[in-house]
Antibody
């Protein structure tokens, strides 16, 4: 059973950059059949997919955030990271890391971290 | 982008009730549709993937159906632990998108 844990800054000033890391245990991020994703949820609002990185290193971003987002992976530490720049109050949200499992071409968010609240405020 | 809608946005029900939630996609997504349950303060948990496949460990009172643009999640007999918010999500194409959620609370 995969376990994911987010770490990183909880309070960030406007215009600055958010940095979060997701440490994965119980499996390798290099495993075929999985990709590694970030999803956010503003307080009381909907879930928004940010992007994901495949075990191969291929990356996809949500076009709505693409100009500000970077997702990377460190296989030696079995972790992946999120960077989101030019922050505004609208980026205040709980940020989840999650694994996406692929089964016979069907993909779904399989395991989730507990979530990290990031508040953008001066 | 594929837009997902859900109805109702909220509902009140009693333990033992049969509950049905509807999800609609703005274009055909075949059966690339997943359902999640989110309890307050917790991360979402997958219930159903590929529209109708029950994820391992999920109680059999949950079921999913549909294909194309219209989908349903049914809880056959609501239990106390089922009071939560339910989201659909399409995995047909990027960007991955979620529905706005249906909150199920106690009548």
């Amino acid at each position: 059973q995969l376990q994911l844990q987010e770490t990183g800054s909880g309070l960030v000033k406007p215009s600055q950059t958010l940095s979060l890391t997701c440490v994965v245990s119980g499996g390798s991020i290099s495993s075929a059949g999985y990709s590694w994703s970030w999803v956010r949820q503003p307080p009381g609002k909907d879930l928004e997919w940010i992007g994901y990185i495949f075990h191969s290193g291929r990356i996809y971003y949500n076009p709505s955030l693409k100009s500000r987002v970077t997702i990377s992976a460190d296989t030696s530490k079995n972790q992946f990271s999120l960077s989101l720049s030019s922050l505004t109050a609208a980026d205040t949200a709980v940020y989840y890391c999650a694994s996406i499992k692929s089964l016979n071409a069907y993909n779904f968010f399989d395991s989730w971290g507990q979530g990290a609240l990031v508040t953008v405020s001066s | 982008d594929i837009q997902m809608t859900q109805s109702p946005s909220s509902l009140s029900a009693s333990v033992g009730d049969r509950v049905t939630i509807t999800c609609r996609a703005s274009q055909s997504i075949s059966d690339y549709l997943n359902w999640y349950q989110q309890r307050p303060g917790k991360a979402p948990k997958v219930l159903i993937y590929a529209a109708s496949t029950l994820q391992s460990g999920v109680p059999s009172r949950f079921s999913g159906s549909g294909s194309g643009t219209d989908f349903t999640l049914t809880i056959s007999s609501l239990q106390p632990e089922d009071f939560a918010t339910y989201y659909c999500q399409q995995s047909y194409s990027n960007p991955l998108t979620f529905g706005p959620g249906t909150k199920v609370d106690i009548k």
